[in-house]
């Protein structure tokens, strides 16, 4: 626990970006913005050009109300003024095999929501089921660190004598039910618990990511032996996967890719929604999906150890070790030298380079002039057609969003393990014909997989506007395409 003197709220006031959130005069926008676009929908990653997009939206709606004067810069340049070092609330990167900037929350930005969330008056504050919770915790300890075999056994009756007893009253018609009152604090008690659980998933991710920043920082300094490295590095690995968060983390994941569990809380949560006393609450709709919100969190977590497991063995796939010495010699001078430069800024020369050389190139070789060949043009007088053409369809250009198409899939696949795109068309009907037909085809993505059933034809149907405006119904026969999670 953080002890709260003097000092240490000082420096977290001064260096925590949480807390820099909260000083900021942007504070406002830049809250309720990461709020609407990444924790309501629960994004974990978006593209600098969806994100700043859809900034730029926010921007041009608060200028209409506040004047040109309120936020005068562009969204992608706020946006990268947020992923700085001095700010933190963003995290910057870019996705091996691509040039385009990604983005995503820090653990830090999320924590200053969830605080902000916290602030307003809740209509109901119940209290019992975190008292329960609290007694259920330590009765779950007590019992699971008892050695002696008599105790447990003694427990054990005592539970199946109060089971015993709950059955007989059962039947003999005296059933208890939970009041609303028990209802809507146990239903809060959970939500509140949802929340944080998917808070947690990125501090988790956070973690391993500074696990992988300091294996590859240990890379680049390494002077002694290759052995010698890998035993230290898998051994911070393996340290890291036996600590208590690690087994806490892998527990928890175990559990959600159980099938079995993911059907009882999908029943569970149902039943629950459906009560009356819960509705009244006006719970969100995404409730009902929670539980793959969770699982999409845990795969981002698993894709980070993945990448770090990948990092691995790309160094132990090294073959030109030896044979390439010299040439790491040199990066290892580079990044050592950028190492030791990144806390502090430099100020004088920091790197020489040779000057550039000019490519010499001789009179004779250069070619001969080769004469133009003139070309023939046939006298034929064109004549006018009878068909009246708009010449600005010719101007006209079709851009496909296939960011939208993507998220559509990955919607779809939260309640589906496997969706065909006839089916997908049907919910979300084509609204650019033909092209974004193709475009679904093009698409590929880590989330979800598509096959091809080439013994099996679907029609698809669209509908278009001719060149007069009138609707017309349009069809295409393919082979039936599945996408799945």
Known sequence: MVTLDYATLD?????????????????????????????????????????AEALEDELYALRLHLGEAAFPKPALEYLNDWAEPEKGWLRKFYRTGTDEAQF????????????????????FVGTESRLLTLFDLLKQMSEGSEADPAKRIAELHKKRDAIDAE?????????????????????????QGARELLTDFREVEHNFRQLDRRVRERIALWEGSKGALLEDIMGERDAIGDSDQGKSFRALWDFLLSSRRQEELTNLLDQVLALPAVA??????????????????????????????????????DQAWLENRRIM?????????????????????????????????????RPLF??????????????????????????????????????????????????????????????????????????GSEV???????????????????????????????????FMR
Do not use: C
């Open 329 to 365: 010699d040199i990066l290892h001078g580079i990044e050592s030298k950028a190492l030791a430069l990144r806390s502090i800024a430099p100020t004088g020369t920091v790197m020489e380079m040779a000057a550039a050389s000019a490519d010499v190139v001789l009179a004779m070789e």
């Open 280 to 317: 009244e609450l006006n719970p969100d709709t995404r409730t009902r999906r929670v539980h793959y919100d969770w699982m999409e969190a845990g795969e981002q977590t698993q894709r980070t150890v993945a990448a770090l497991s990948q990092q691995l063995r790309r160094f132990l796939d």
């Open 11 to 51: 420096g977290l006031r001064n260096h925590h970006p949480a807390w820099r959130l909260l000083r900021s005069d942007h504070a406002p926008l830049v809250a309720s913005f990461l709020h609407r676009v990444f924790v309501v929908p629960n994004e974990r990653v978006m593209a600098a050009a969806d994100l």
């Open 167 to 191: 059955i007989a009253k059962v039947l003999a018609g005296e059933v208890s039910l939970l009041d609303d009152t028990a209802v809507k604090d146990r239903f809060q008690q959970f939500m």
């Open 370 to 443: 080769t004469p133009a060949s003139k070309p023939m043009i046939t006298e034929i007088i064109l004549q006018a057609g009878d068909e009246n053409i708009d010449p600005s369809r010719l101007f006209e250009q079709v851009v496909v969003d296939k960011a939208r198409l993507t998220r559509h899939i990955r919607h779809a696949l939260q309640d589906h393990t496997q969706i065909s795109l006839r089916e997908l068309i049907t919910n979300q009907p084509l609204q650019q014909g033909l092209a974004e037909l193709i475009a679904y085809l093009q698409l």
């Open 104 to 123: 995503d929350l820090t653990p830090a930005t999320e924590k200053a929501i969830a605080w902000l969330t916290q602030l307003s008056e809740r209509q």
């Open 448 to 482: 979800f997989s598509s096959v091809v059933d080439e013994d099996t034809t679907e029609s698809i149907r669209w509908q278009t506007a001719d060149m007069e405006g009138q609707t017309l119904i349009r069809s295409a026969r393919l082979p039936r395409v599945i």
